[in-house]
């Protein structure tokens, strides 16, 4: 059993190449405090490599993993050398050891990792990580940043091999009195053969300008091997596509076309709502009564579920308007059980005429208006079959980030941890890396 506290400190920091040469332990509630200084005497100019002298010392104090179930700080005393020769322009330099923590770090190396991978990897907030070390939120902050980004750098496998590629907006968050929204766009390899889907990367906005930049800024051979390009109805990130990718076949995600459907389907119910009853939808209405099991697909439905709808429907929808937009809905739904590709374009178009009619509802026809623009993307799919599937996973791994980290003000901070959260780096190679 080790008595001497010094020495016992030492055996515990287990630290590489330093020499132990006190243990504040005096307040009680107050981190432990380690003074050490390098083994490493780095005693030779850089510049010309004389002998340097002693001149003074500095100490920095860095937040360390907690000692004894209690945080710890880390006060490294750095010798400070001159160079002799009056030629020489070096004049002064400091001990340096990336081991103990990289220059302008104010955590040490290995408590700056540890919390790294805690809030990257397994996606813990920061004041969490902050309160356990005994310190502020920025210290961690500029901790994880600082790693997360060399981590992100080294790991240079992570965005080979795109072959399709996704866009699509999140929002980043509410700020000023009138809550304005601010908007973000995930960038996705949704994935392939043998290929996990990941998020490749965060940009602030969702404008066309946002993504093509980011594209552009891309190696000429990694936008060369796209070959899909994934994407919501959204016109912004068509024109991306066709900017920057304008060789990457386009793909209308299927779950934002149906998605759109549905929206038409509201907006015909809450029309007849207004034409019928003359208000706004209210709890005892029927097409307010059976606002969800519209939207809901036709099989998940079960009979009385249906025996339900249809009751409201005959109720509340005397011109069978609203019935009209469930319909197409499901009929659009039922594109996506075809497979083969000339069937399905065949189907699309005859879809799009129906629907052009002029018996039509109004929502119906601006379906049809809206299926017509899209046709190319949407039919894209049934030889691709690359979804934004995995970009909406992406999206709820992004709001747990959002959850926890909850009023994030900097766009900075909310893309290193989103990136390190749902960017799937190699963590292995965390202990490779060393902020610069
Ligand atoms: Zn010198």
Redesign the pocket.
């Known amino acids: 059993m080790e008595t001497n506290p010094t020495r016992m400190c030492e055996l515990l920091v287990g630290l590489p190449a330093v020499n132990v040469l006190g243990v504040e332990d005096d307040q009680v509630g107050a981190p432990l405090v380690v003074h050490v200084e390098s083994r490493r005497d780095q005693a030779r ?6 002998r ?1 002298q002693r001149k003074d010392r500095s100490a920095v104090e860095l937040v360390d993993l907690p000692a004894f179930g209690r945080p710890a700080r880390l006060v490294w005393h750095k010798q400070r050398w001159s ?3 009056a ?5 002064t330099w400091t001990v340096t050891d990336d081991a103990i923590a990289p220059p302008r770090q104010r955590l040490t190396d290995r408590a700056a990792r540890w919390a790294t991978r805690q809030v990257g990897k397994a996606g813990r907030p920061v004041a969490e990580i902050a309160h356990e070390l005994s310190c502020d939120w920025h210290t961690v902050m500029g901790a994880v940043s600082a790693y997360g980004e060399a981590l992100l750098a080294q790991d240079s496998a992570r965005t080979t091999g795109v072959e399709a590629l996704g866009l699509d907006e999140t929002l980043f968050v509410r700020r000023g009195e009138r809550h304005r929204k601010h908007w973000a766009t995930s960038v996705v390899d949704v994935g392939g053969k043998g290929h996990e889907a990941k998020l490749v990367e965060i940009l602030e906005g969702r404008t066309a300008k946002a993504a093509s930049s980011w594209i552009d800024a891309q190696p000429e051979p990694w936008r060369a091997g796209i070959r899909w390009g994934t994407l919501d109805m959204s016109g912004p990130y068509r024109k991306a596509f066709n900017d920057s990718l304008g060789d990457a076949t386009q793909v209308a995600d299927p779950f934002h076309v149906v998605k759109h459907a549905n929206s038409k389907i509201d907006e015909c119910r809450r029309r007849v709502q207004t034409d019928t009853l003359g208000h706004r939808g209210r709890k005892d209405d029927p097409l307010y009564r059976c606002r969800r099991l519209l939207t809901k697909a036709h099989e998940r439905l079960d009979e009385e579920g249906v025996a339900k709808l249809t009751g409201l429907l005959e109720a509340g929808d005397p011109k069978g308007e609203v019935r009209m937009c469930w319909h197409a809905k499901e009929t659009v739904r039922s594109l996506y059980e075809i497979t083969d590709p000339t069937l399905a374009a065949t189907y699309l178009d005859e879809l799009v005429a129906d629907m052009a009619d002029d018996d039509m509802p109004e929502e119906v026809r601006s379906l049809s208006g809206t299926l017509s623009r899209w046709r190319d993307q949407i039919l894209a799919w049934h030889t691709a079959f690359v979804t934004n599937g995995p970009t909406e996973s992406m999206n709820n791994l992004i709001k747990r980030i959002k959850r926890i980290g909850f009023g994030f003000r900097k766009f900075a901070h909310y893309r290193i941890r989103v990136l390190l959260y749902a960017g799937k780096p190699n963590w292995d190679l965390l202990a490779t890396v060393t902020p610069r």
């Open positions: 100019c850089p510049g010309c490599d004389a340097g160079c002799p020769a030629s020489c322009a070096v004049g």
